[in-house]
């Protein structure tokens, strides 16, 4: 990718993730001639849903958070595990989740009126717009036009703000997806609704800092709340649940910011918000403010929210079904970086850009023969850009002033190469404007690096493609998902798994 286009695709990130306005193919109404019935057909389950079932509420906004701030809001939350590969929906903080047969209701009653049109993603969006509308909060319009994910993860559910969390975290983690501290603020309001089990909350009753004994408590926490708690939640209780919000669990409102400020929020990261200035004078201001402020925060911040990481166009696909199972990637895929596979095919530029494959390989030929060492960094630049958010290019983003891309993580810092990329970009951009994704680019480029470096004439491989590129590049992501050479043989085989590569992948990879 040229250096003008990485710079604009960084630009492009930051302005997915930090504007309100939703760009890259979300609007309002999107389904307004597709399905134009679909946001009546949510409501209208939603609402048989919540008057038989209103503490569903809590769950399903939940919900839509959990997959927001894992791989984006693109349905990952929903896909069931594989025998090789334990998905989001089975780790441990989403174990508590409830709603999915909710989800699957919605789905069913969408295909039925437009089959194959309405993705899990923008239901999951739309329930929880409309749960809290129907506790009594205020409507905001939500762009639609989200596509579904195809891979899910259990370990990556590390990206969720734990309720043990302190300030410092819960900002940083909300700006790792773009988001504001006054959105932290805002969308914690979201625990005004909803009950949580007592293991979510004991260890501020019984075993703040370790010591395991009854004076081990939470300081942040009210001591009349804390007596209160304690006759409910006794040591290690996993059963028991209480109302997140009491007396008002089922309302959305602002009372859950008149408990914060009286030391009696649930979780320490709902007490946490009182920790820094401008939380805390959200927190302080909406105890005794009106509502109104508060819902058209709370809309503003949900539209942010649900713009994290969206698929749109051709970069995922469509299901009829929400629970469905994604499937292991095999070596040959891995090697064809075909985490898109059902978009993929041979020959995908073969009448719009029909020289791209001999523009990549003759680009990578002339530098190879400068420097026969290239080949390895471009090889090793498609393992990290596969093994962080699948094979989308995404490593060749640069970082902003908000936001440290993966090229700037640790493990990423002695990556080279770029300008082999940058130079079959631009012949590329030459040649077929605006046609051939660097995410190809990528691919091809380190099939060609090893068939030269081996000698061929021919390709040791053929590559399938038809990427398109990413525009969300975290250095976090690449920290914990890249393989570390300290690694021992379980780390690396867990590693392995968690992309759906085996112990054989494992051991030929390496070998290359």
Same mark, same amino acid.
């Given at each position: ?34 399905? $134009? ?25 939940? @919900? ?28 441990? $903080? ?60 259990? &370990? ?16 940083? @983690? ?32 019984? &075993? ?131 985490? &898109? ?39 090793? @630049? ?18 902003? &002033? ?8 640790? $493990? ?72 570390? $050479? ?27």
């Amino acid at each position: 990718m040229a250096s003008k286009t990485r710079v604009m695709l960084s630009l492009a990130l930051s302005l997915a993730l930090l504007l309100v306005s939703v760009d890259a193919q979300l609007s309002i109404g999107y389904y307004s001639k597709t399905c $134009p019935n679909a946001e009546a057909i949510v409501l209208d389950e939603m609402t048989k849903v919540i008057k038989v079932a209103p503490s569903l509420a809590g769950p399903l906004l939940r @919900m839509h958070f959990h997959d927001c701030f894992v791989r984006g809001c693109d349905a990952s939350v929903l896909l069931n595990s594989t025998n090789g590969v334990a998905a989001e929906k089975d780790a441990r $903080p989403n174990l508590s989740l409830r709603g999915y047969g909710v989800i699957d209701r919605v789905k069913a009653r969408l295909e039925k009126a437009c089959p194959g049109v309405v993705s899990c993603a923008d239901i999951l969006a739309l329930v929880a717009r409309d749960v809290v509308v129907l506790s009594k909060g205020r409507f905001w319009p939500v762009p639609t036009g989200r596509k579904d994910g195809l891979v899910s993860i259990a &370990n990556e559910t590390r990206q969720l703000p734990p309720a043990a969390a302190n300030i410092t975290t819960l900002i940083s @983690m909300f700006a790792a997806n773009g988001l504001s501290v006054k959105d932290l603020v805002v969308l914690s309001g979201g625990h005004t609704i909803g009950i949580s089990h007592c293991v979510s909350f004991n260890a501020r009753l019984y &075993n703040f800092t370790g010591k395991a004994n009854q004076a081990d408590v939470d300081p942040t926490l009210d001591k009349y709340y804390l007596a209160k708690l304690r006759t409910i939640c006794k040591p290690n209780d996993r059963v028991t649940f209480v109302e997140m919000d009491p007396g008002s669990f089922r309302t959305f409102d602002t009372s859950y910011y008149k408990l914060v400020a009286k030391r009696r929020g649930l979780f320490h990261s709902d007490q946490a918000l009182l920790d820094h200035p401008l939380t805390k004078a959200y927190v302080l201001k909406h105890a005794g403010a009106s509502e109104e402020g508060f819902f058209k925060d709370f809309g503003d911040s949900m539209i942010s929210m649900g713009n994290v990481g969206v698929l749109t166009g051709t970069a995922a696909m469509d299901v009829r079904v929400c629970a469905r199972f994604f499937f292991p990637v095999a070596l040959l895929s891995f090697l064809l970086g075909s985490s &898109n596979g059902h978009y993929l095919k041979f020959g995908f530029y073969k009448m719009s850009c029909p020289e791209a494959e001999a523009i990549v390989r003759k680009t990578v030929a002339s530098y190879l023969y400068q420097d026969r060492t290239v080949a390895a960094p471009l090889l090793r @630049m498609h393992f990290h850009d596969c093994f962080v958010r699948g094979c989308d290019g995404s490593v060749l983003l640069n970082s902003t &002033n908000t936001n440290t891309a993966e090229k700037d993580a640790m $493990p990423n810092q002695t990556l080279d190469g770029f300008y082999v990329i940058d130079a079959a970009k631009a012949l590329l951009e030459k040649a077929c404007p605006g046609t051939v994704s660097c995410a190809d680019i990528v691919a091809l480029a380190a099939r060609d690096a090893v068939s030269l470096a081996a000698g061929r004439g021919s390709n040791l491989y053929e590559v399938l493609t038809g990427r398109r590129d990413g525009v969300v590049s975290m250095a976090s992501e690449a920290v914990a998902n890249l393989p570390s $050479p300290n690694e021992g043989f379980a780390s690396l085989k867990a590693d392995f798994a968690s992309k759906g590569l085996s112990v054989k992948d494992l051991v030929v990879l390496s070998d290359i």
